[in-house]
C-alpha cells in the first residue's frame, strides 16, 4: 500500500435561455432535445429581480447531470429547484447518436455497482439502447512474460466485470432521464465567473416589493454570476466542472497532486472478429489497455511518456497499428508461459476451487486491423481537494478528485460522489436542515474521501511500480500476479472491489 499518498490525500423542467423547440426521435438515430418540455415546471423564487434556486450546479457533464438525475428520482428531492450552469453545445442543441458510426474514443468503463446506480435512476435503459459492451473477463500481464492473471465474472457470481460505454451516450441517457420527470430545472448556456456566499446589499438592487425577510434570505445564500450577465442564487453551489474547477477555486478548496511523467494516447481500433474482453499490458514506460466497445470495435488507451506519445501520436495510420500490435503482443517480451510458483499447489490450501485458476491459460489479444477514429493525446495527473465541502459549496467528480486511468476508476468515482451527495440533500431535507450547511455537507464528504483517497493510493501505488523496470523487483510484481492468479480469495477481493461492490478487507 503506498502510504505516503494515503498520509499526503488526508492531511490535506429543462428551461434553457434560448427559443423552445422539440425534436423527435428517429429510427437512425437519437436526438435530445435543445429546449426540452416546460411543462411540469415551476418558476423558481426571485430575490430581488435574480432567480433563486435550491441547487446549482456547475458542470453539465457527466457526473453533474447524474446529480439531477438523482436528485429528480428521490421523493424528498425531486421538488428541489435546481439549475444547471454549462456552456457546453451537447446541452444546448440537438445531439444525434448515429449507429452506422464507429465508436467516439472518449468511453468509460461503469463497473456494476455504477450500472446499478444508473438502473435505480432510470437512466440505465436509456443506456441499452445505444451501442455498449459488458465483458466477462479480463487479463492482465507483465511485459517481462513472468506473470500473468485472468479475472471473471464468476468468481463474484456476477454476470459481468463491466460495461464499455461512450460517454456521450452515457450524458444522452442521463439527460433523456432527467426529461422524464418534474424536476424544476434550468440550463444556462453560459460560464460561472464569480461567486460570493456572502453578497453585500450594495451589490443587489431592491425593489420596492422587496421585505427584510428576503433581504436575510439573500444574505445566506451563495450568489453566482455567468459570463452572459446574468446572475442567481442558491442554497448550495456544487462543483461538478472538471479537473481545472472554478467552482473549486473561487471557493478558496486547497488540492494536493503531482503530474505524472505520462501522456495517454486514447482511439478507436477495429479488429476482424468481436473483442468480448478487457486486456491490460503492463509495458516498460506504462499500461496499454484494450477494452471492447461492441460490433468489431475496440478502445485503446496507451499510458506512454509525453515524447514516445508525440511520436506515436504523429505515425502514420500502418505504423501506428503495427506498433500497437507489437504492445500488445511479443513487443517488448514473451507471453507469460508458466506460473513462477508452479501450478500454483503452494496456495491449494487458500482456495476451494483449486482447478479453476489453474485452467484460465494465458490468451493473446485479437489483432488490430485499422484506426477507426483520429488519434487522442492528454496529460496524466493525480490531484484531490483537501476539503470536498464548505458553506453553500461541494465538489464532485472531478472537480474533486482527478486519477490514473490505469484502471478506468475516475468516473465510477465521480458517479459515486454525485449519488452520495444526493442522499445527503434528501437525509436533510428530512430532518428540516439547510442543504447548504456546512455540518450537513461534511457527511457527505465524511463518506466519499476515504473511499476516493483509498482508490487514488492504489491505483497510484500500481503506476510507481510498473515505472521501474528494475529486475528483483520485476521478479516481484510477476508473484504479486500469479498470487492474485491462483489465490482464489484474493482475486475474488480485488474483482468486488475494483466493481465498486466491497472495500479491500486489508483497510475495512
Not at 429528480?72 to 444525434?96: E, F, G, H, R, Y
Amino acid at each position: 500500500m503506498n502510504r505516503t499518498i494515503v498520509r499526503r490525500l488526508s492531511a490535506n423542467a429543462f428551461s434553457l435561455r434560448v427559443p423552445r423547440k422539440v425534436f423527435s426521435s428517429k429510427a437512425a438515430f437519437s436526438s435530445i432535445p435543445a429546449c426540452p418540455s416546460h411543462e411540469h415546471e415551476e418558476k423558481p423564487s426571485l430575490i430581488n429581480d435574480v432567480q433563486q434556486y435550491d441547487v446549482a450546479i456547475v458542470g453539465g457533464g457527466m457526473v453533474g447531470m447524474a446529480l439531477a438525475c438523482s436528485l429528480a428520482s428521490m421523493p424528498l428531492t425531486n421538488q428541489l429547484s435546481v439549475a444547471i450552469i454549462d456552456s457546453n453545445p451537447a446541452l444546448q442543441s440537438k445531439l444525434l447518436i448515429k449507429k452506422e458510426d464507429p465508436p467516439d474514443p472518449r468511453v468509460s468503463t461503469v463497473t456494476p455497482a455504477t450500472i446499478s446506480l444508473f438502473k435505480d435512476v432510470g437512466a440505465w435503459e436509456y443506456v441499452l439502447q445505444h451501442r455498449h459492451a459488458f465483458f466477462e473477463t479480463m487479463q492482465v500481464w507483465d511485459y517481462t512474460g513472468l506473470g500473468y492473471t485472468r479475472y471473471d465474472a464468476r468468481h463474484i457470481n456476477k454476470e459481468a466485470l463491466g460495461c464499455v460505454v461512450e460517454n456521450k451516450v452515457l450524458h444522452h441517457a442521463l439527460l433523456s432521464c432527467i426529461q422524464n420527470t418534474e424536476l424544476q430545472k434550468t440550463i444556462y448556456p453560459s460560464k460561472l465567473t464569480s461567486m460570493a456566499i456572502h453578497p453585500t446589499s450594495s451589490s443587489t438592487r431592491v425593489n420596492s416589493t422587496s421585505s427584510t425577510m428576503a433581504l436575510h434570505d439573500r444574505r445566506n445564500l451563495a450568489k453566482l454570476e455567468l459570463s452572459d450577465g446574468s446572475s442567481l442564487y442558491a442554497k448550495l453551489v456544487v462543483g461538478s466542472d472538471g479537473g481545472k474547477s472554478h467552482v473549486r477555486e473561487l471557493a478558496g478548496f486547497k488540492t494536493t497532486g503531482w503530474s505524472y511523467p505520462q501522456n495517454a494516447i486514447i482511439c478507436t481500433v477495429e479488429h476482424t472478429v468481436e473483442n468480448n474482453c478487457a486486456w491490460q499490458r503492463f509495458l516498460p514506460a506504462g499500461p496499454v489497455a484494450l477494452l471492447p466497445i461492441g460490433d468489431n470495435y475496440s478502445n485503446i488507451v496507451w499510458t506512454m511518456s509525453p515524447k514516445e506519445a508525440s511520436e506515436r501520436n504523429s505515425m502514420n495510420e500502418d505504423d501506428f497499428v503495427k506498433a500497437l500490435n507489437f504492445a500488445l503482443d511479443y513487443g517488448y517480451g514473451p507471453h507469460p508461459k508458466s506460473s513462477l510458483l508452479g501450478d500454483g499447489n503452494m496456495f491449494s490450501w487458500l482456495r476451494a476451487d483449486a482447478t479453476s485458476s489453474a485452467k484460465e491459460s494465458f490468451e493473446v489479444p485479437p489483432k488490430v486491423v485499422k484506426l477507426a477514429s483520429a488519434r487522442m493525446v492528454f496529460p496524466l495527473s493525480l490531484k484531490h481537494a483537501n476539503d470536498y465541502a464548505s458553506k453553500r459549496v461541494a465538489l464532485i467528480g472531478d472537480a474533486a478528485h482527478t486519477v490514473h486511468p490505469l484502471a478506468g476508476q475516475g468516473v465510477n468515482l465521480g458517479f459515486g460522489d454525485a449519488f452520495a451527495l444526493s442522499r445527503v440533500i434528501a437525509e436533510g431535507i428530512a430532518v428540516g436542515t439547510d442543504i447548504g450547511e456546512v455540518s450537513l455537507l461534511k457527511k457527505y464528504e465524511a463518506e466519499r474521501k476515504p473511499a476516493n483517497i483509498m482508490m487514488m493510493a492504489v491505483l497510484d501505488g500500481f503506476q510507481k511500480a510498473y515505472s521501474i523496470d528494475f529486475g528483483p523487483l520485476n521478479i516481484l510484481r510477476a508473484a504479486a500476479f500469479n498470487g492474485v492468479h491462483y489465490i482464489s480469495p484474493l482475486k475474488k477481493s480485488i474483482i468486488s472491489y475494483a466493481s465498486g461492490e466491497q472495500k479491500l478487507p486489508l483497510f475495512s
